[in-house]
């Protein structure tokens, strides 16, 4: 008798039940802040990519005797909040397309996911500025 009656008073018994319902839903919560977060910072880089290829593309057409180095460099001076060596290639091209003049700067930056405890392959990520030059 008396296990039923201890089975009994801890069915009825309801004190842990918000622990239990907290550990099922903190790994849950905790994935999606860390999905939010890796989200943020790829939208973040995205944007520092493209306004330095921007401003990498402006500069070339402005200086038209500017090498790829030095448009190099001025992408990098421009990428605002990202690691430096994170940047994979940044490439300069001239050239012509139905009689018009163009520059065109292409940026390729491998971010590191902020996962823990997971190994996960870096985010590539490829912008392209493209801009035609006036005669």
């Known amino acids: 008798m008396i296990p039923r009656r201890f089975a009994w008073h801890l069915l009825r018994d309801r004190r842990g039940a918000s622990v239990i319902e907290f550990a099922f839903a903190l790994p849950v919560a905790a994935a999606l802040m860390v999905g939010i977060l890796q989200f943020a910072l790829v939208m ?3 944007g520092a990519i493209r306004h330095a290829a921007g401003e990498g593309v402006r500069y070339a057409n402005v200086n038209q005797e500017a090498s790829e180095t030095q448009v190099a460099a001025k992408v990098r001076q421009q990428l605002a909040g990202l690691n430096e060596n994170g940047v994979v290639a940044i490439a300069l091209e001239r ?28 985010i590539v990520l490829n912008e392209s500025a493209l801009s035609y030059v006036q005669n």
């Not at 139905?98 to 996911?113: C, M, N, S, T």
């Open 44 to 46: 973040q880089a995205t």
């Open 95 to 122: 050239g012509s397309s139905d009689g018009a003049a163009f520059d065109k700067v292409d940026i390729q930056y491998r971010l590191e996911p902020v996962v823990p405890f997971m190994q996960l392959n870096p």
